[in-house]
């Protein structure tokens, strides 16, 4: 199999794709032949050695954090039945925050409880003709570890409920188009979000009030619409240039959320503010809260780009610009035979 390692710290030119040998299974672990990777901007912190995880790092490394594909076995003790993943179904998921093995790779070896099925299964029955077409993967490898973040944000960190107000920084980012309609889902009265004025449209229809931080000056706008009040609730994907600000437009008993890992909270803790980082973990549940979102239409992963393998420093140099619109997704399909409705790579999906 082929799998994309990076020899060193670097630029994208040290994402090479390399043959190496199938992984085995440990104990409590699926294997996966996976079709689409999500790209995360901790992807491109990790391979230049920014991020403050990149110490866990064994080189050669595989980067990548999140994936969808199909099972095609697994270790002796894990029952695929029980877990209504047997042999052939599709799935994603993603690795946990301790598992540095990365899913920049055609096959992985993946603890079971990482994993759900890419359909919300009421009867617990796997239905694996339900994806007859490969292509079909593509939104599933883009929807756990952005999901998973939004899902921890809005419910975990933010605690939005029913009547709050709510802007979020960055509405089209891979993470923000799932905070808008997780939300609104949780009760949200009203959600403003930034990004620039060419997101605007998608920021609309993801179910916000789009302020275009590019030709509007996202206080004044804020300011009005709250009559001076603020937001409940803060959620920002961006920090750099929004997170003292938004300190000013809090309401009484408002609480901020900040994406990067690396993000200093002390302003707002020093001002008695509630302030939080995600911290990422993956469970059945919440994957299976995403699933349904998916399938139902609530959740709607927009995709940027499709990448080949070849083209990995490509996505990784659009991720750093800071400016994805939806996600980037990586396709690990290759050549191989037994890849279902393999098809040419497209920019929609
Ligand atoms: N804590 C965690 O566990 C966790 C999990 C996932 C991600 N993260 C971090 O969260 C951040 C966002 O991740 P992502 O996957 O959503 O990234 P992304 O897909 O690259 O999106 C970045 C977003 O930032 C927006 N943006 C850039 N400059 C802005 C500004 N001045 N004001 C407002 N918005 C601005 C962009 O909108 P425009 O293009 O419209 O400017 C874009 O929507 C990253 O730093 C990532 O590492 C943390």
Same mark, same amino acid.
């Given at each position: 199999m082929k799998q994309i390692e990076i020899s060193d710290f670097g630029g994208p030119e040290q994402l090479q &794709? !390399?043959?190496?040998?199938?992984?085995?299974v440990g104990p409590g672990e699926v294997l996966v032949r996976v079709a689409f990777a999500g790209l995360n901007p901790l992807d491109h912190k990790l391979r230049d050695g920014s991020s403050g995880k990149a110490s866990h790092l064994t080189m050669p490394? *595989?980067? +990548?954090?999140?994936?969808?594909?199909?099972? /095609?076995?697994?270790?002796?003790?894990?029952?695929?039945?029980?877990?209504?993943m047997p042999v052939g179904t599709a799935v994603f998921g993603m690795r946990a925050m301790d598992d540095w093995r990365?899913?920049?790779?055609?096959v992985v070896a993946i603890p079971a409880g990482c994993l759900a099925p890419v359909r919300a299964l009421p009867t617990g029955v796997p239905d694996t003709a339900a994806v007859p077409d490969a292509d079909a993967l593509a939104p599933w490898g883009g929807l756990a570890l952005a999901g998973l973040t939004a899902l921890i944000a809005v419910r975990d960190c933010a605690r939005v409920s029913r009547g709050d107000t709510v802007l979020i920084h960055g509405g089209a980012g891979g993470v923000g188009q799932m905070l808008i309609p997780l939300a609104r889902e949780a009760g949200a009265a009203q959600i403003w979000a930034t990004g620039r004025a060419e997101n605007a449209a998608r920021i609309r229809e993801l179910g916000a009030e789009a302020i275009a931080y590019d030709e509007q000056d996202w206080e004044v706008v804020l300011d009005e619409a709250t009559a001076g009040r603020g937001a409940? &609730? /803060?959620?920002?994907?961006?920090?750099?240039a929004t997170f003292a600000p938004s300190l000013e437009h809090l309401a009484d008993g408002g609480? /901020? *959320?900040?994406?990067?890992?690396?993000a200093d909270l002390s302003p707002a803790k020093d001002r008695g503010?509630?302030?939080?980082?995600?911290?990422?973990?993956?469970?059945?549940? !919440?994957?299976?809260?995403l699933a349904a979102g998916l399938e139902s239409g609530a959740i709607d992963v927009e995709i940027a780009q499709i990448l080949p393998m070849d083209q990995i420093a490509d996505?990784? !140099?659009?991720?750093?610009? +800071?400016?994805?619109? +939806?996600?980037?997704?990586l396709d690990l399909r290759g050549e191989n035979p037994q890849a279902p409705g393999k098809r040419a790579a497209r920019s929609e999906a």
């Amino acid at each position: 199999m082929k799998q994309i390692e990076i020899s060193d710290f670097g630029g994208p030119e040290q994402l090479q &794709v !390399r043959e190496a040998a199938e992984p085995a299974v440990g104990p409590g672990e699926v294997l996966v032949r996976v079709a689409f990777a999500g790209l995360n901007p901790l992807d491109h912190k990790l391979r230049d050695g920014s991020s403050g995880k990149a110490s866990h790092l064994t080189m050669p490394a *595989v980067l +990548g954090r999140e994936l969808s594909g199909t099972v /095609i076995g697994a270790a002796e003790d894990v029952d695929l039945e029980a877990l209504a993943m047997p042999v052939g179904t599709a799935v994603f998921g993603m690795r946990a925050m301790d598992d540095w093995r990365g899913t920049y790779s055609e096959v992985v070896a993946i603890p079971a409880g990482c994993l759900a099925p890419v359909r919300a299964l009421p009867t617990g029955v796997p239905d694996t003709a339900a994806v007859p077409d490969a292509d079909a993967l593509a939104p599933w490898g883009g929807l756990a570890l952005a999901g998973l973040t939004a899902l921890i944000a809005v419910r975990d960190c933010a605690r939005v409920s029913r009547g709050d107000t709510v802007l979020i920084h960055g509405g089209a980012g891979g993470v923000g188009q799932m905070l808008i309609p997780l939300a609104r889902e949780a009760g949200a009265a009203q959600i403003w979000a930034t990004g620039r004025a060419e997101n605007a449209a998608r920021i609309r229809e993801l179910g916000a009030e789009a302020i275009a931080y590019d030709e509007q000056d996202w206080e004044v706008v804020l300011d009005e619409a709250t009559a001076g009040r603020g937001a409940d &609730v /803060i959620l920002d994907t961006h920090y750099f240039a929004t997170f003292a600000p938004s300190l000013e437009h809090l309401a009484d008993g408002g609480r /901020i *959320v900040v994406l990067p890992t690396l993000a200093d909270l002390s302003p707002a803790k020093d001002r008695g503010i509630e302030a939080h980082i995600p911290q990422l973990e993956v469970s059945r549940e !919440r994957l299976d809260h995403l699933a349904a979102g998916l399938e139902s239409g609530a959740i709607d992963v927009e995709i940027a780009q499709i990448l080949p393998m070849d083209q990995i420093a490509d996505g990784h !140099r659009i991720l750093e610009s +800071g400016h994805s619109r +939806g996600k980037l997704l990586l396709d690990l399909r290759g050549e191989n035979p037994q890849a279902p409705g393999k098809r040419a790579a497209r920019s929609e999906a």
